[in-house]
């Protein structure tokens, strides 16, 4: 069984900084590309980050540029987010969810709707 499990949300305040983990079980880990995507109340889904599993690529959003950082732990079929500078438009609940890339040629983001797998969200509430 395919599981995605996010763990680290919480609240901090303006300027503080967080760790996100998502424990990945259930495939071959080195076959998919794993992101990180948002939604805040009555806003869409939004991709954060996404990092090809197999050769390390990473892509950002614009907004969170400079300040999030993806990376992965093969050994432990672990993705994490690492936030700093949380600022209250931040507020969301945070997803990973993986996309299958067992491909050889590079991983290219193309949208939430192409993930092939979800967990189920952790809140990050960052105030003033």
């Known amino acids: 069984e395919v599981q995605l499990v996010e ?4 609240l901090v305040q303006a300027g503080g ?29 939004e991709g954060v980050a996404c990092i090809s599993i ?3 690529k990473t892509n950002y959003a614009d907004s969170v540029k400079g300040r999030f950082t993806i990376s992965s732990d093969n050994a432990k ?10 600022q209250p438009e931040d ?5 990973c969810a993986a996309q299958y890339w ?4 590079s991983y290219v983001y193309t949208g939430p709707e192409s993930m092939d797998y ?3 969200g952790t809140l990050v509430t960052a105030s003033l």
């Open 7 to 10: 763990s680290g949300g919480g």
């Open 17 to 45: 900084s967080l760790r996100l983990s998502c424990l990945a079980s259930g495939f071959t880990f080195e076959h998919y590309a794993i992101g990180w995507f948002r939604q805040a109340p009555g806003q869409e889904r």
């Open 54 to 56: 197999s050769d390390g």
């Open 77 to 86: 079929n672990t993705v994490y987010l690492q936030m700093n500078n949380l």
């Open 91 to 95: 507020t969301a609940v945070y997803y």
């Open 102 to 105: 067992g491909y050889s040629y």
């Open 118 to 120: 979800w967990g189920k």
